[in-house]
């Protein structure tokens, strides 16, 4: 996911003035006549009201961010979304704090932020509002758009590891590979390119083409017959499996150079399959996909 203040969100719209609430908030005050009742939800779990919302949004944002929920009490996105957004607020060991806004009771606020349908979420950082969606997200992306509102405002958080990933890891390990494959796929059909699940989605078919196999045995068949197409992309994954990922990148790159045809895009193919085993991080993967792109072009 991208920076929140580098997409096209809702704001695009027009600019949402805070300042204009900012600067009416003690008249405001002064027509209230009994304080709102706080939700007592944790020190980062909080209702908010047009009179609190200088104190609790916009000063509180300079120093954390805050992630407005605009909710309607009694309905249905309210009752199943917000416990999440509460639950993942928790989780976040204070790193941000989640403000609820009763819209029925603060209507200045929904005309604010162009309210025309909940849910209603808006990310404040720095005093300015800097995204915002309009719908329930599975709790996959939820997590991708607060860790990108926590990047955007300079917020350094340890992510816990992912329950979903560790249990595809742990069905690998078992060599339960088909547990593992399905494992993966269930997490990029949730989250798409996920680079941890290709990874491993990768790590599983690259284990499917080795076993059983000699790896002295194809190492030689493969040094005995460099024009063997398929002899030198198993010579690549033992590589690959016992550590020597830069012969295998450079062994493909050189059979790319010198092969033809459909068999040069099955070797392409093989190749890219690999770079996915190590993960797009990898300096070496880097390095031969420069080589890759030199070859082919």
């Given at each position: 996911?991208?920076d929140?203040?580098?997409?096209?969100?809702?704001?695009?719209?027009?600019?949402v003035?805070?300042?204009?609430?900012?600067?009416?908030?003690?008249?405001?005050?002064?027509?209230?006549?009994?304080?709102a009742?706080?939700?007592?939800?944790?020190?980062n779990?909080?209702?908010?009201?047009?009179?609190?919302?200088?104190?609790?949004v916009?000063?509180?944002?300079?120093?954390?961010?805050?992630?407005?929920?605009?909710?309607?009490e009694?309905?249905?996105?309210?009752?199943?979304?917000?416990?999440?957004?509460?639950?993942?607020?928790?989780?976040?060991?204070?790193?941000?704090?989640?403000a609820?806004?009763?819209?029925?009771?603060n209507?200045?606020?929904a005309?604010?932020?162009?309210?025309?349908?909940?849910?209603?979420?808006?990310?404040?950082?720095?005093?300015?509002?800097?995204?915002?969606f309009?719908?329930?997200?599975?709790?996959?992306?939820?997590?991708?758009?607060?860790?990108?509102?926590l990047k955007?405002?300079?917020?350094?958080?340890?992510q816990?590891?992912?329950p979903?990933l560790?249990?595809?890891?742990?069905?690998?390990a078992?060599?339960?590979?088909?547990?593992?494959?399905?494992?993966?796929?269930k997490?990029l059909?949730?989250?798409?390119?996920d680079?941890v699940?290709?990874?491993?989605?990768?790590?599983v078919?690259?284990?499917r083409?080795?076993?059983?196999?000699?790896?002295?045995?194809?190492?030689?068949?493969?040094?005995?017959?460099p024009?063997?197409?398929p002899?030198?992309?198993?010579?690549?994954?033992?590589?690959?499996?016992?550590?020597?990922?830069?012969?295998?990148?450079?062994?493909?790159?050189?059979?790319?150079?010198?092969?033809?045809g459909?068999?040069?895009e099955?070797?392409?193919?093989?190749?890219?399959?690999?770079?996915?085993?190590?993960?797009?991080?990898?300096?070496?993967?880097a390095?031969?996909?420069?080589?890759?792109a030199?070859?082919?072009?």
């Amino acid at each position: 996911m991208t920076d929140p203040r580098q997409s096209q969100s809702i704001f695009t719209r027009g600019a949402v003035d805070l300042g204009a609430l900012a600067r009416s908030n003690a008249a405001a005050a002064q027509r209230a006549t009994t304080p709102a009742p706080a939700a007592a939800a944790g020190a980062n779990v909080f209702d908010v009201t047009e009179a609190s919302f200088q104190d609790d949004v916009i000063q509180r944002s300079l120093t954390m961010p805050v992630v407005l929920d605009f909710y309607v009490e009694m309905s249905a996105p309210h009752q199943q979304f917000s416990p999440l957004l509460a639950q993942l607020a928790a989780e976040g060991g204070g790193a941000w704090a989640l403000a609820r806004v009763d819209i029925e009771a603060n209507p200045r606020l929904a005309q604010m932020f162009r309210i025309q349908n909940i849910p209603f979420v808006v990310a404040v950082v720095g005093g300015q509002p800097v995204d915002a969606f309009n719908q329930m997200l599975p709790e996959p992306q939820l997590r991708q758009w607060i860790d990108a509102v926590l990047k955007a405002a300079g917020v350094e958080v340890e992510q816990p590891e992912d329950p979903r990933l560790l249990a595809a890891d742990d069905a690998m390990a078992d060599g339960d590979l088909d547990a593992a494959e399905a494992a993966y796929r269930k997490i990029l059909d949730e989250t798409p390119a996920d680079a941890v699940a290709e990874s491993g989605l990768a790590q599983v078919g690259l284990l499917r083409r080795v076993d059983g196999v000699d790896f002295a045995g194809a190492l030689s068949a493969a040094q005995a017959a460099p024009a063997d197409v398929p002899a030198q992309l198993l010579a690549a994954d033992v590589e690959v499996l016992t550590g020597e990922a830069d012969k295998a990148y450079t062994r493909l790159v050189d059979l790319i150079r010198r092969t033809p045809g459909d068999e040069r895009e099955t070797v392409r193919k093989h190749l890219v399959s690999l770079f996915a085993v190590a993960g797009p991080d990898d300096p070496a993967v880097a390095k031969a996909r420069r080589a890759l792109a030199s070859a082919l072009f």
